[in-house]
């Protein structure tokens, strides 16, 4: 049987991007290409591939010189005849589209081309991911050396309160729905009313809290997208959304944080 390394490669130089073409391989065949070059992974290698900014730690380098990502941000690995992608760093890492898969979550990787976004809250830094076409399968959606920097976030500041209704309002997301929603205020009122009675929350309540947050975090971080003069008619969820994107981005609310709903 052949080595895992003989079934672990890098890709040439200047092959371009993944979304045009790749080298003949094995059906199920990992391709994964960042700012430092590729690597192919054969799908029986037995191989876990490693990416984040510190490029002497990681196989594939992403995020180089944002100090936001982190220098382990994330694995893919073979699993059940399926390549799952771990996020071990803190940032979101983002499929094309919407879909967030925060800090400590997977997600399996579809059969061929996906651009995948590690999401600063600056600039998003792209992981180019390829897999060669396999029979579809079903499943859910460390040491600091003396030349690394430390890894910084971009936390925005909320009160105690503040930060349990907002938790409340975006536990979808936190729960990684599929296409998730803020909550409406009456839901909000009645969830923390049932978790602290003696408070006294109520729709009015709640919505006064959030946009406090808003127009302070619009105001002193020029968060943009949060007051209504800054998104087109009809502003529907538009502003509550943009909050929370943000939020879970800068990593102010992390799933962890679903435990001030008792979960």
């Given amino acids: 049987m052949a080595s895992s390394a003989s079934r672990v490669s890098l890709l040439p130089k200047h092959i371009g991007s993944l979304s045009h073409t790749v080298p003949p391989a094995l059906s199920g065949t990992l391709f994964v290409l960042g700012s430092n070059g590729g690597m192919s992974v054969a799908p029986d290698a037995g191989f876990t591939l490693l990416f984040g900014r510190n490029e002497p730690?990681?196989?594939?380098?992403?995020?180089?010189?944002?100090?936001?990502?982190?220098?382990?941000?994330?694995?893919?690995?073979?699993?059940?005849?399926?390549?799952?992608?771990?996020?071990?760093?803190?940032?979101?890492?983002?499929?094309?589209?919407?879909?967030?898969?925060?800090?400590?979550?997977?997600?399996?990787?579809?059969?061929?081309?996906?651009?995948?976004?590690?999401?600063?809250?600056?600039?998003?830094?792209?992981?180019?991911?390829?897999?060669?076409?396999?029979?579809?399968?079903?499943?859910?959606?460390?040491?600091?050396?003396?030349?690394?920097?430390?890894?910084?976030?971009?936390?925005?500041?909320?009160?105690?309160?503040?930060?349990?209704?907002?938790v409340c309002l975006a536990q979808r997301y936190l729960?990684?729905?599929?296409?998730?929603?803020?909550?409406?205020?009456?839901?909000?009122?009645?969830?923390?009313?049932?978790?602290?009675?003696?408070?006294?929350?109520?729709?009015k309540r709640a919505a006064h809290i959030v946009a406090g947050a808003r127009k302070r975090l619009s105001k002193q971080d020029g968060v943009p997208g949060l007051l209504e003069e800054e998104v087109p008619q009809p502003v529907g969820n538009a502003l509550n959304h943009n909050l929370i994107t943000d939020l879970l981005v800068t990593t102010t609310i992390v799933k962890s944080d679903l435990r001030l709903l008792g979960e």
């Fill in 175 to 203: 729960r990684l729905d599929p296409q998730p929603q803020p909550l409406t205020w009456a839901q909000v009122a009645f969830e923390l009313g049932e978790l602290r009675p003696a408070e006294r929350w109520s729709p």
């Fill in 57 to 166: 730690d990681v196989h594939i380098c992403v995020g180089a010189g944002d100090t936001r990502v982190s220098r382990r941000q994330g694995l893919i690995t073979r699993e059940s005849s399926r390549w799952m992608l771990h996020n071990t760093g803190r940032l979101p890492i983002r499929f094309p589209g919407s879909q967030l898969v925060l800090g400590g979550d997977q997600a399996q990787l579809p059969a061929g081309y996906t651009p995948l976004f590690v999401v600063s809250s600056r600039q998003e830094h792209l992981l180019e991911v390829r897999i060669t076409a396999s029979p579809p399968s079903p499943g859910p959606g460390a040491g600091q050396g003396p030349h690394e920097e430390e890894t910084h976030g971009e936390v925005r500041q909320l009160s105690l309160q503040e930060k349990l209704v907002l």
